[in-house]
C-alpha cells in the first residue's frame, strides 16, 4: 500500500483504477496473477513494479482477484 491507493495512483495504479481498465476481461486475472509475481513495466507508464518473490501463485491469484473485484474508477 505504499505503492498502490485503493482509488488513487501512487507510485502505482489505484487498485480501482485497475479493475476499471480491465472491466469485463475475462483473461484479466490471469494476466495480472503473472505480473504481481513477475513485475511489470509499461501498462501505466515506466514506473516499473519490482517482481514480488515472497508472493505465492495462489496468494497472487487471490490478490488479482481482489485487485479486479474493486468498484471500477469511484
Ligand atoms: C503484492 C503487492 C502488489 C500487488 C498485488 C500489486 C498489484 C498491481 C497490479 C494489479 C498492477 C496493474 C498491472 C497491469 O495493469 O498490467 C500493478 C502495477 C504496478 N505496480 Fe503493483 N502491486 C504490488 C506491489 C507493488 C509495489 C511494492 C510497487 C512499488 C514499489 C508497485 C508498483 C507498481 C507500478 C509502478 C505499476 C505499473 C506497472 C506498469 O505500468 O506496467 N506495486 N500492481
Redesign the pocket.
Known amino acids: 500500500m505504499?505503492?498502490?491507493g485503493m482509488v488513487t495512483k501512487f507510485?502505482?495504479?489505484g487498485f480501482a483504477q485497475?479493475a476499471e481498465?480491465y472491466q469485463g476481461d475475462a483473461t484479466a486475472a490471469a494476466r495480472?496473477r503473472e505480473?504481481?509475481m513477475q513485475g511489470?513495466?509499461?501498462?501505466?507508464?515506466n514506473?516499473?513494479?519490482?517482481r514480488?518473490p515472497q508472493?505465492s501463485a495462489a496468494e497472487a491469484s487471490a490478490?488479482?482477484d481482489w485487485?479486479l473485484a474493486q468498484t471500477p474508477g469511484r
Open positions: 505504499r505503492c498502490h507510485v502505482g495504479p485497475v481498465r495480472l505480473k504481481i511489470s513495466v509499461g501498462t501505466w507508464g514506473v516499473i513494479m519490482p514480488q508472493v490478490l488479482a485487485v
